[in-house]
């Protein structure tokens, strides 16, 4: 009986081990934006680094080579590379090509927001424009795969793609094994209604086979009614109305996906006490 008991408060124990979260979690680089002392990227990577995050993104490609060279002269992590992909340009950028080939076998994310400025109206898709996304996207999932590195496209409000269904969308027609998407939590309550949002576990079970990355932050869960969205739906991470830890322990345990995690920081009065802040919540996902 005794042997019997043993066994099974073993086999609870491992199975409680197993439903910890193990996903990487990184911050967006505007982390710490507003913040006099640690006003400088090297600065801003040493404090998220002893924070114990796991990564941070480099935003952009201004400066890369500089952030890229910080990062890892601190033995660090380029979690994601956030950058534009332009469909009025009829080629991929130089400057993207070179990050890319740099980048090789670091496991860092390209992150893509999609843009169209000329010639279409805002919130309009067309199959014309997704046909030149998907051209450009197969040679620059090329590319990456070459480096050993995943692409994600990164659905944003009034962008040419902004939902998550046209992303997904985009990405099975390119049929690249290392392209897939981010769900980006701010974006996706901007872009859905309450209606859409009561199913978003179905909708991440058929997104699951392209998630490549989430990020996550504090929001509420409303319609919002302010002249700033951001205001309700970033916020900091452990903050708002919506299920922030119920989102992560979906897709990490019940869904299986170790994909990296982000913590968006836009447009947060950040400081070194935020940010630990945010890394008691991550504690607290981690813990489950």
């Not at 969308?169 to 290392?178: F, G």
Request: hydrophobic fraction near 40%.
């Amino acid at each position: 009986m005794k042997y019997l008991m043993l066994i099974t408060v073993l086999m609870a124990c491992r199975f409680t081990y197993s439903q910890r979260i193990s996903n990487d979690f990184f911050v967006f680089e505007s982390a710490l934006s507003n913040d006099a002392e640690y006003n400088s990227f090297e600065k801003k990577v040493k404090l998220i680094k002893a924070s114990g995050f796991n990564g941070i993104e480099i935003f952009e490609l201004d400066h890369f080579n500089e952030k890229f060279k910080a990062i890892l002269n601190l033995g660090f992590k380029p979690s994601s590379l956030y950058t534009k992909l332009n469909l009025d340009e009829p080629e991929l950028d130089p400057k993207l090509i070179d990050a890319i080939k740099q980048l090789k076998g670091s496991g860092t994310i390209i992150c893509l927001y999609i843009i169209k400025k000329n010639g279409l109206s805002l919130h309009s898709t067309d199959k014309g424009v997704d046909k030149k996304a998907i051209h450009l996207l197969r040679n620059l999932a090329d590319l990456a795969d070459e480096s050993g590195l995943q692409v994600a496209i990164y659905p944003h409000l009034n962008f040419y793609v902004e939902k998550t269904d046209h992303a997904v969308r985009i990405a099975k027609k390119a049929n690249k094994s290392n392209l897939g998407l981010t769900f980006n939590l701010c974006h996706w309550l901007a872009t859905t209604n309450m209606d859409k949002r009561a199913t978003l576990k179905k909708q991440l079970e058929s997104l699951a086979p392209y998630l490549k990355m989430m990020s996550i932050n504090g929001a509420n869960n409303i319609i919002s009614s302010k002249t700033n969205i951001w205001g309700d739906y970033i916020l900091p991470l452990g903050e708002g109305s919506f299920d922030v830890k119920g989102l992560v322990k979906y897709v990490a345990i019940d869904l299986g996906l170790n994909i990296p995690i982000g913590i968006q920081c836009y447009n947060l009065k950040g400081n070194k006490l935020l940010v630990e802040k945010t890394m008691d919540q991550v504690n607290v996902m981690r813990a489950n």
